[in-house]
């Protein structure tokens, strides 16, 4: 499926320009935290101050949390996915980008045998895996305070 497929499923929304609409994205979040509870809002810190500046001035000061993108960060994390899908207490819904970003992911391990996705090939996009392994990392924090 291309993007231009996956809007017209409302899987997506495509934004005019070629650069990324950080105020439309922000307004985004803040109508979902009208829906929603939000109890973190997780970013990879890399090249993310100006969305985090947005969305802290925008309401979401205290929920802002940095997510490190290491290895390290991303062993246990990956370990739970993995058995929640194994359990089947967790699942991709039925969004296509979800099943296209695992298909384009495998598991790399350091020397030390941390773990994290890493694209199969480089033209291809994870983002969709990654943000709900950071989204669990966040949760499980949040849980065990």
Known sequence: MTLRAWAE???ITLLDGDVMDYRYIARYVMERSQR???LAVGYDAYKAREMVNILQNSGLRGLMKPVSQTYAAFTSVCMSFETGVFN???FLNDNPINLYCVENA???RDRMENMKPVKRQENRRIDGLIT???SLKLWHELRLG
């Open 36 to 38: 929603f509870t939000l």
């Open 9 to 11: 499923a409302g899987h």
């Open 106 to 108: 495998v598991l790399d």
């Open 88 to 90: 089947r207490k967790i």
């Open 132 to 134: 709900a392994l950071m």
